[in-house]
């Protein structure tokens, strides 16, 4: 479900705060990492590597324009695919 277009977009207060501060710093070498995946990648992040946790480690994503408007858990895939039971089956045999 959608959020309320009256409430705006949910950043998380301290990941916006760390933010704002590294762009006034000018310092774009830093990463900032963050557990909050549910926060929104606004425009004032663009240019900037966040860390995001994907619930054992922190992926450094660099954030794009094309990201405004997603949710940062999309970037940080929390699952690993190692492949269909069906696929290893088969190349054993041969």
Sequence with gaps: ?????????????N???RVKKLSESGSTGKVVRTASRSSTVVPSM?????AIHNGKEFVPVYI?????GHKLGEFSMTRTFKGHA?????????
Aim: hydrophobic share 30%.
């Design 64 to 68: 794009s324009e094309q990201m405004v």
């Design 15 to 17: 990941l916006l705060k």
């Design 46 to 50: 663009v240019g900037h590597t966040i």
């Design 86 to 94: 069906g696929d290893r089956k088969g190349k054993k045999g041969k």
């Design 1 to 13: 479900m959608a959020r309320s277009q009256k409430k705006g977009v949910y950043v998380e207060a």
